[in-house]
Structures are given as C-alpha cells and as structure tokens.
C-alpha cells in the first residue's frame, strides 16, 4: 500500500488499514499470504489511499 502513495505517513497508513479492519497482525503480512477477502479489503484500502495526502 506505500507504493500507492508514498507520500503518506506510517500512522496515515496505519490508520487507513484500520479502517478497513487490518489489525496489527495482518499489517505486517505479504500481499500472498493473505486471504481472499483480506485481498479485496486491502485492494478497496489501497484505491482510497490515492486519495488521502501527508501534511
């Protein structure tokens, strides 16, 4: 998700993977090793994040 935005801040990034209920496990695994639903989640995260800016 850096690589969509990487102007974004670790806590923005943080906070935008809350959202879509990534917990502090699960933010730390590769893209493979996620589940399918858990890949729709952080694909719709990663399209919003285009979106949000770092001030």
Same mark, same amino acid.
């Given at each position: 998700?850096?690589k969509?935005n990487?102007?974004l801040? $670790?806590?923005l &990034?943080?906070q935008? &993977?809350?959202?879509?209920?990534f917990?502090?496990?699960e933010?730390?695994?590769r893209?493979?090793m996620?589940?399918g639903?858990e &890949?729709?989640r952080?694909?719709?995260?990663?399209?919003?994040a $285009?979106? &949000?800016?770092?001030?």
């Amino acid at each position: 998700m850096q690589k969509a935005n990487s102007s974004l801040e $670790y806590q923005l &990034l943080r906070q935008q &993977l809350g959202q879509f209920l990534f917990g502090k496990n699960e933010i730390k695994k590769r893209a493979e090793m996620l589940s399918g639903s858990e &890949l729709a989640r952080l694909a719709i995260a990663t399209i919003t994040a $285009y979106g &949000l800016s770092s001030r």
